[in-house]
C-alpha cells in the first residue's frame, strides 16, 4: 500500500500496525518513497517461510552411512581424473 504523507499523518497507528502485521507500506514524499517496516523484518515473503525438516521414509541407511557413501563416490570421482 502507498499513502501520501498527509494521509500517514491521519492513519499512522493503523498504518504501523499493518506494517507490524506484515504488510507493506509505503510512503510518498516530494517524489520518493519511504517504506515502513519493523526493525528486522523480513525483505520479502520468501524470508517469512518456515524451514521444515524432511525425512525421508524409505531411506533404510543411517547417518554415518550415508556419510560414508558419500565419501567413496567422493574417493571414486577424484580417482578417475
Known amino acids: ?3 501520501s504523507i498527509t494521509k500517514f499523518r ?3 497507528f493503523d498504518l504501523v500496525h499493518q506494517a507490524l ?3 507493506e507500506v509505503w510512503v ?6 519511504f517504506r515502513i517496516a519493523p526493525e528486522n ?3 520479502g515473503r520468501l524470508a517469512r517461510i518456515t ?5 525421508n521414509p524409505n531411506a ?3 547417518e554415518t552411512a550415508l556419510l560414508e557413501e558419500m565419501n ?3 574417493e571414486q570421482d577424484w580417482s578417475s581424473l
Open 60 to 62: 533404510v541407511l543411517s
Open 41 to 43: 523484518a523480513p525483505v
Open 72 to 74: 567413496r563416490a567422493w
Open 51 to 55: 524451514p521444515l525438516q524432511v525425512l
Open 21 to 23: 502485521e506484515g504488510g
Open 28 to 33: 510518498k514524499y516530494k517524489g520518493r518513497r
Open 10 to 12: 491521519q492513519d499512522i
Open 1 to 3: 500500500m502507498e499513502v
